[in-house]
């Protein structure tokens, strides 16, 4: 199985800044990364599709880029509600499989 | 809107069985495939089952081959989840989610039903 490892594991930030988050991939998986955002007590959302597709409706503010095995989900000006936890998927090979997560947080 | 809404999860015993099921609305069903994804206590999300639009396809991770099965019934926009010999480690909440076109992203979400197993 491809096992997805995010970092950090957590994330403790301040309104207004830029963050990225990491996931890296056990062995090569194309573009077929994926990235779900998760607030508390509410389902997960689709953020990014495809490493760097963006998903109508998200704001603009969310971008993900990479390939292979190292990939990252960039927030520009984290707002308030963007705290919470973000996941990483693959889709390249079964079984389909998710990281283990990045809370990000208020400083 | 796309609309998902879980039922059935309750309190089993070890060994036990379960059926889980998935309305849909506001889409249509059949032209989508569909999985159940489950996040465990610790909040890890596992992959559960996936079925294509149509119902002739399904996949399992071995976690669950041959305890789970998926299905579908695209007249009444329902999905399902029968989940067998369940194991304490099976405790989760669990998601039915729809697909984004043909793709393996997990479009859109329920909000879960929790499966507890214990004696």
């Known amino acids: 199985d491809i096992v997805l490892t995010q970092s950090p594991a957590t994330l403790s930030v301040t309104p207004g800044d830029s963050v990225s988050l990491s996931c890296r991939a056990s062995q090569s998986i194309s573009n077929n990364l994926h990235w779900y955002q998760q607030k508390s007590h509410e389902s997960p959302r689709l953020l990014i599709k495809?490493?760097?597709q963006s998903i109508s409706g998200i704001p603009s503010r969310f971008s993900g880029s990479g390939s292979g095995t190292d990939f990252t989900l960039s927030i520009n000006s984290v707002e308030t509600e963007d705290f919470g936890m973000y996941f990483c998927?693959?889709?390249?090979?079964?079984?389909?499989?998710f990281g283990g997560g990045t809370k990000l947080e208020i400083k | 809107e796309v609309k998902l809404v879980e039922s059935g999860g309750g309190l089993v015993k070890p060994g036990g069985s379960l059926k889980l099921s998935c309305a849909a609305s506001?889409?249509?069903?059949?032209?989508?495939?569909m999985s159940w994804v489950r996040q465990t206590p610790e909040k890890r999300l596992e992959w559960v089952a996936t079925i294509s639009g149509g119902g002739s396809y399904t996949y399992y991770p071995d976690s669950v081959k041959g305890r789970f099965t998926i299905s579908r019934d695209n007249a009444k926009n329902n999905l399902y989840l029968q989940m067998s010999s369940l194991r304490s480690e099976d405790t989760a909440l669990y998601y039915c989610a729809r697909h984004e076109g043909t793709t393996a992203t997990f479009a859109y979400w329920g909000q879960g039903t929790l499966v507890t197993v214990s004696a």
């Open positions: 495809y490493a760097s």
């Open positions: 998927q693959q889709s390249n090979s079964w079984p389909q499989t």
């Open positions: 506001g889409f249509t069903f059949s032209s989508y495939g």
